[in-house]
């Protein structure tokens, strides 16, 4: 039997459980693993079932589990279950400052923003959710956004502006749209087109 390990906040193994143990029910229904949680510690052994046969599931099951703790609500981490293309990004604060609270408190102030403003701003342009808590940032979305994403967190922490970071995120969100269209265009037409 495969198992992974992960360790996760102790204030959110309430919320990966959920409401009479139905977010962790749900997970392990629709992944095929079992969830096996030490809450004093944070530890979380993730078991796959026998009759799983898509290896796959388990890192799944890693991802949405390490998600949840990271502070994203569990609607937001099932993301990661819905579409094969999402994934999980986590930028650890601490490696880019040490351990300097103060520093970290500073930068988690600008990517949050007055009220939550640049974190909701970052999610709308990127179409990315976007997680800050304790000593880390993460980031749920495709490839390209969560790329995206990542790149204006990182101008964020290494001081460009504010409104430089959402022009940056304009122009690509510009891009992605273009792209788009292009797909879109070189579709076969419909027969109601025609």
Known sequence: MAQLFVKIPRERIGVLIGPDGCVKRYIERKLS???DIESQTGDITITQNKDASD???LFKAKDTVLA???GF?????YKLLEDEDTMLAIIDLREIFGRSPSDIKRIKGRLIGKEGKTRKIMEEMTEAYISVHGHTVSIIGGVEQAEIAREAINRLIKG???VTVYRFLQRKRQELKKRRLELWEGRPLLPEET
């Open 33 to 35: 693993v079992q969830l």
């Open 55 to 57: 290896p796959s599931l």
């Open 68 to 70: 949840i703790g990271r």
């Open 73 to 77: 609500s569990p609607e937001r981490a």
């Open 160 to 162: 460009s502006q504010h």
